[in-house]
């Protein structure tokens, strides 16, 4: 299966809060469920063989 780099950028560019685990826009200051500002960046996906 082919993933095209503009796909891939777009499915990793996000960020997950700390706290409840939920996947927010890679703009958000806080979570959009819980309001906490403890954001990460979405970890890059594991290339599978």
């Known amino acids: 299966m082919v993933i095209f780099p503009e796909t891939k950028e777009r499915r990793i560019k996000k960020k997950v ?5 939920t996947v927010n826009p890679w703009t958000a200051k806080k979570c959009r469920k819980c309001g906490s500002t403890y954001l990460r960046p979405k970890k890059a996906e594991k290339k599978v063989k």
């Open 17 to 21: 809060c700390r706290k409840c685990k």
